[in-house]
């Protein structure tokens, strides 16, 4: 069974006082020691304004070793700590629980080196998305993982977050992508393991537990990243499908006559669509003359503008004689590439302006894929509007909830259900944004019970007091930090 169990504040803890202040001032530097209300206020609500913290303090360092004097003086004083990035995580885990020190890497935003040979990058934590990636288009690669809170999310929120994205399709797992990292372990300790080869098995590979740890184990503050060469041709084609098994169809017919160059393929619902339209400026329907319950965007990246064109152009005809869609365009150019991209990246954005909303990040095997969403809309009739879209090509749904107001009543109706759903299906609760606060508890759902008592262990192995991201990821009774 699941033991869902109310946070309570971890009284072993101790509470930020003035010396403490006055250390952090002392060694990082009054700059990086923010009490403004303003600000603490943006730094404890979460993206979807669901979670609300009251930290006192944000910590911004600049360099690795004043994230460890920061750490080792927590660690000795027990004083529970967030590591935070651009705050775009959606399971509240970057933001405190109740008042942990925010230690915020957006002071620590430099890229550190290139290799154009090997398409190697290091830089800093602190490095939003979009401009690592600016600063590789200027050298013909781009960051293999991409999404739409690029303008501000963070390399080391990325990696904590082992992100997916829109090119996982492509590119594959992140942790296949990252080679090195350095981390600070919750006493100060520096780990060096930046890495910068592509094959290195010399015992177990420590790095890969920092990722997708979500600041439970060690901050992130540098990272080695392998990037791609940016590519020279890129199609896009919007199709809309009268049922969903057209869609699954249409995708398999794409992985056969796309092969090698299908760089991604997303799924939103008609309802996705209009939430976008309505929310988000600078958008229109791209095909308003038919309203279909379903839209594909596909996307093809290579080095051959003319073979890939040809591709892309066949594989639409012969789906559109195969019946497979009702409607679609073929992106004529990058503006229209980019305005197709600008709706599908729009929903994150679009759900955060409708208001409160639950998000649930789900995989699901293929068969399955969108059963669900039509279930819960029945299910939860004039409660809440259901929002089902997502990357289907790696059978990850983003199955989301506006509701009026945000009320345990309706989340009650939600859960357990979707777990449970998905749990006797054996897919994951948690595809790509990770448990954070919102799903600790969800864990046994897709991770027996043995597995998450040994991460307990790597917890106690990793940070023995407990203090780094507390309450978040693993349930209270797989922890022994207190
Ligand atoms: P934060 O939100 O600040 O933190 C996330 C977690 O990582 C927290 O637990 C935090 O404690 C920890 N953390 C942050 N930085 C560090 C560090 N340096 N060291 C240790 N721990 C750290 N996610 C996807 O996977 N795929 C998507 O397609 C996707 N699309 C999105 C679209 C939108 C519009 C938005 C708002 C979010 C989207 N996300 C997506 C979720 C989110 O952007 C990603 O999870 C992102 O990687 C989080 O980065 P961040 O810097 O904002 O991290
Ligand atoms: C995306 O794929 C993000 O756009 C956001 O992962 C998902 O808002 C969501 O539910
Ligand atoms: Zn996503």
Redesign the pocket.
């Known amino acids: 069974g699941v033991r869902k169990e109310e946070i309570i504040r971890d009284a072993s803890f101790a509470r930020l006082d003035a010396d403490d202040l006055e250390f952090f001032t002392r060694t990082i530097g009054s700059a990086g020691v923010i009490t403004d209300k303003a600000v603490l206020d943006l730094a404890n609500t979460?993206?979807m304004r669901r979670y609300k913290g009251s930290g006192q303090v944000v910590l911004r360092p600049r360099t690795t070793d004043e994230v460890s004097m920061i750490l080792k003086h927590c660690h000795a004083r027990r004083l529970p700590v967030?590591?935070?990035?651009?705050?775009?995580?959606?399971?509240g885990?970057?933001?405190p629980v109740f008042d942990e020190v925010i230690?915020?890497?957006g002071s620590?935003d430099r890229v550190l080196s290139f290799d154009e040979v090997g398409g190697i990058l290091t830089c800093e934590?602190?490095c939003?998305?979009g401009d690592v990636d600016a600063f590789l288009e200027e050298k013909g690669h781009t960051m293999p993982?991409?999404?739409?809170?690029?303008k501000?999310?963070?390399?080391?929120?990325?990696?904590?977050?082992?992100?997916?994205?829109?090119h996982?399709l492509r590119y594959g797992s992140l942790r296949a992508l990252v080679l090195g990292l350095e981390?600070v372990l919750a006493d100060g300790t520096v780990l060096d393991m930046m890495s910068e080869v592509r094959k290195d098995n010399t015992g177990y590979d420590v790095k890969q537990l920092?990722i997708g740890?979500?600041?439970?184990?060690?901050?992130?503050?540098k990272a080695a990243i392998l990037a791609a060469r940016r590519p020279s041709s890129v199609h896009v084609a919007f199709l809309a499908c009268n049922s969903f098994e057209d869609v699954k169809r249409t995708f398999s017919a794409a992985r056969k006559e796309l092969g090698e160059i299908l760089s991604a393929y997303e799924v939103l619902d008609r309802q996705s669509i209009d939430l976008v339209l309505k929310h988000i400026e600078d958008t229109s329907d791209p095909l308003p003359d038919s309203r279909q319950p379903f839209y594909i965007l596909i996307e093809t990246s290579g080095s051959n503008k003319e073979h890939d064109r040809s591709k892309m152009k066949a594989f639409v005809d012969n789906s559109k004689r195969s019946g497979l869609f009702v409607d679609g365009l073929l992106a004529q150019d990058e503006e229209q590439m980019a305005a197709l991209w600008h709706i599908r990246?729009?929903?994150?954005?679009a759900?955060?302006r409708a208001g409160a909303h639950y998000k649930y990040?789900l995989s699901i095997p293929m068969i399955h894929f969108y059963e669900l969403v039509d279930e819960m809309r029945a299910r939860l009739k004039g409660e809440a509007d259901v929002i089902g879209f997502g990357?289907l090509g790696d059978g990850?749904l983003?199955l989301n909830f506006v509701v009026p107001k945000y009320d345990e009543r309706v989340v009650s109706k939600i859960e357990p259900y979707v777990f449970e759903w998905i749990a006797a299906r054996r897919g994951s609760v948690s595809?790509?944004?990770?448990l954070?606060r919102m799903k600790a508890d969800a864990i046994t759902y897709s991770k027996p019970e043995n597995v998450v008592k040994l991460m307990g262990s790597v917890k106690t192995l990793f940070d023995p007091k407990g203090i780094?991201?507390p309450y978040?990821?693993l349930p209270k009774w797989a922890r022994n930090d207190t």
Not at 145 to 150: E, I, T, V
Not at 153 to 158: K, S
């Open positions: 979460d993206w967030v590591p935070q990035g651009g705050n775009t995580g959606m399971v885990g970057s933001v230690l915020n890497l620590m934590a602190g939003t998305l993982w991409d999404f739409g809170s690029r501000t999310c963070q390399i080391g929120g990325n990696v904590s977050t082992n992100a997916g994205g829109i996982f981390v920092f740890a979500e600041g439970t184990l060690g901050v992130i503050t990246k729009g929903v994150g954005h759900l955060q990040d990357h990850n983003h595809a790509e944004h990770g954070g780094l991201n978040k990821v």
